[in-house]
């Protein structure tokens, strides 16, 4: 593999008057144990658009989303420094609840992981957790939910039965509906559509399409295509360090680094 | 001002189900500590008040062989000797451990390497059922079949060692056995089947290859059955006589550590020194089943070790 | 051909040993239940034993039995599931909970006969409940927490991380990822060990000769209420248990049909083992068929 400058990069920042931002990192590291992961990143996330993160496996870009959300907080031995700024708010600190947090910032994870309950509780299990008690509304939040994950017509007759017993596309599209039930802000997606077979790739880039009006997306995928396809913007990891953030069609046809014209002309990754 | 921004900064119901959840966990952790502590710091205080208080010298304690606390012998020295018991207990652990060790081992090769079907079928449920068989079963039936038994054969009562070897060799061996299982059930496939295609015959992979990279896990097996031996206290005590004397032979009453305690503690008033010297064999059971705990850590450690 | 022999030579030996195994464990049922079963009828289960005469039955023993059996597993369970909850989701990796590990496992190592001798001294004595039913739990409870807490902690580390993660990132605490997501989950493995432990319990004697005590005092089946002497419910009166029963009948040698019961309680306890042991089997896999299947309500 060739060695690439990794000072040289180029970010363009989506100024506030153009682009309301949903989310941004300011100099974001990642260390797990003493290995630094993510040698600090600056993005920021326009709102209401789908932003890509794309790069070989190894570049870091599950570790940045995964710190997102602080869902590195879980790991022992991850250490997660710099900004994280989210409503005027550096969501990095101490005195933010990370459980409120979570609820804003939801997450789909590479593998499908439903709970091992029915297909209704799946959904409804979270909002209730957070106080939605009222049947009729659970029952609403049901349909609209899978509705827009574009499942409902594949289960409306199932909810009950269990979602294991359901395919690994269908899984995943009930993991994207269970985490937009809590009608988050922002949704992050670690490479969702990973696991599944090209039919169900195309069902669930369709879905990430329509939820689009409604929430900002940040995805990590080692599909060069499906950024291509689905995403607005699309920044380009390599070890550890975001080399280039612009629009995706930028990305793909005028890249402003050597690096990304040769990961996306597929020399690497 | 912005509510979800607010909401970040509060504390939310999930942070305080999380604190008291969180608590609840260690409380009862902390529990299970403490316990283990208590039992340590009480066993301990009472098993040392008879060199402390009542100034046993702990050689003469551990090396004679008189144990009649209640009485003093010519120095005017109360005769606690817990000889007998000691060397009683190490008996019956270490004969058990000696009879059980060939019959649990083949009986595991038997399970995973010639006839794993067989043996799944029938030896796997009857040693798990047979693991939770209470020990009171096991003395019952040593006191009316292998005392009767040894009565006839050698004479004597029939009490003694060789019935609490025999008792114990039938109690311990069901969780050997299925220790050793998973022992030998650890070794890669690969192994054998390299073996075997080296030529090996069967025996020559089982007894070169298969025994030997699983050794740590049989040792472990031998040793926590010897501990379940060792600390076992009631099928013991209703076979073995209860005489705290040395044993002459095999099949002469003799004791353990365990039966003079469950024989004793009932009959002697606290505080007392018959009683604190009950309380010392108590604390040679705990310290003993620390020792086997070591045992089976140092055996795991070096195995580990191993590739 | 030596080695061909020898490999002959081998598996005969192993046949043979298998073969005794089998032999002497079977034998061993069979003489229990034989010997035992016959004595085991609705008379003998139910009527108090008698000390100087035959007759007696195992009424009050049974009972005491099962009483001190739920009373045990009532206090142990949820102890032992806060316990486990903290270890396999709270504890982080360092000396400190490698030492509460080792004081669980030499805690599950020790000899009954310990564990009871420290019921007696702190329970018996030092807090006064006497010889009865509340210490013999308590000490049951000792007994059998380490092995409890492994077993749900083993349980629940079986349960994939990814299940926890998509609790945590939809905003639920870990405590409810735990208590609603993961423990379910692990139910299957979490009643196994459970029911096994309640074998284990039910046939424990050498911890409570000193704590529940060797006595069964009449009782009066009629009065429930749990602050009067005789109700079988008064969990400070002294309670022999059936496990310690055939024990003392055997070593006082004043009864004199104590073979007899002896061998019918004995048929009683191995009998009681094997439906726990078999009922521990079947509830795991209709727990886990049920969780996994489609076709039924959810959970």
Redesign the interface.
Known sequence: MKTYDLTKTAIKTFIPAEQEIALSTEDLHVFYGLHEQIKGVSLQFPRYKISAVIGSSGSGKSTYLRSL?R?ND?I?TARVTGKIM????D?NQN??????????I????Q?P?????????NIV??PQ???IKNKQVLDELVETTLQQAGLWNEVKDTL??????LSGGQQQRL?IA??IA?KP?ILLLDEPASALDPISTSVVEDTLAQLKAQYTIIIVTHNMQQAARVSDYTAFFHQGVALEYAETNQIFTQPAIQATDDYVSGHFG | MDPIRESLLKKSHQAKLERRGRLLGLFCISLIVVVVAAIFYFVASRGLATFYHDKINLWDFLTKQAWNPGTKDSHGIPEVGALPMIVGSFLVTIFAALVATPFAIGAAIFMTEISPRRGMQILKPVTELLVGIPSVVYGFIGLTVVVPVIRYLFGGTGFGILAGTFVLFVMILPTVTSMSVDALRAVPRHYREASLALGATRWQTIYKVVLRSSLPGLLTAIVFGMARAFGEALAVQMVIGNAALLPHNLVSPASTLTSILTMGIGNTIMGSLENNALWSLALILLLMSLVFNLLIRLIGRKGALKP | MKVKRQDKVATVILYLIAGTIILVLASLLAFILIQGLPHVTWHFLTTPARSFEAGGGIGIQLFNSFYLLVLAMVISVPLSLGAGIYLSEYAKKNWLTSLIRTAIEILSSLPSVVVGLFGFLIFVIQFKFGFSILSGALVLTVFNLPLLTRNVEESLASISSMQREAGLALGLSRWETVTRIIVPEALPGITTGMILGAGRVFGEAAALIYTAGQSAPALDFTNWNPFYIASPLNPLRPAETLAVHIWKINSEGIMPDAVAVSAGASAVLIIAVLVFNLSARWFGQHLYQKMTGSGKKGA
């Open positions: 959300n869902m879980e022992q989210y409503r005027g708010l969501i005195n933010i609840d990370v459980f409120e947090m979570r609820k804003h939801g997450m789909v994870f593998r992981n439903p709970f091992a309950k029915s297909i209704y509780d299990f979270a957790r957070h106080g009950h039965k269990s979602a294991l017993a993991c269970r985490a809590l802000d």
